[in-house]
């Protein structure tokens, strides 16, 4: 069995507004020495497979077709054995 | 500058609706092999500060009091330097 890590996280350039949200919380609750917070996905997805170059074409399809808006959005993934 | 790279992540136990619902649409579209999808959150927090010891410390009460809930998810995170 194979574990996919992906992260799916939104491009340097696109604006967070969940993360600003967060920001100004914990600036509100006195954490002044925070900068900035962007806030992504992490996700692991499970497969019955052991063959590593196969599962990690199906992750990037996956990826694209499901988890990553291609127009904000950039993913990354490692793939481990369970 | 440090960076806290922060996990959030439903306790094992817990239910995952939005996975499951992941899982579901990648059966349809073909993905046969996908066993298990768990989605949580990633969180990346950059401090104008170089303590890694003092910043640790509110990184566990940034987590404790805002971005996990103590009943269903679990956190755990790194420091680096920026």
Partial sequence: MLIAKIFVQL???VLDPQGKAVTNSLHNLGFNQV???RISKYIEI???SN???ETAKQVEKI???LLANP???TYHFELQEC
């Fill in 71 to 73: 127009n904000t959005e």
């Fill in 46 to 48: 499970r497969f019955d």
């Fill in 11 to 13: 491009k340097p350039s």
């Fill in 35 to 37: 900068h900035e917070t």
């Fill in 63 to 65: 990826c694209d077709s």
């Fill in 51 to 53: 063959d590593k170059t």
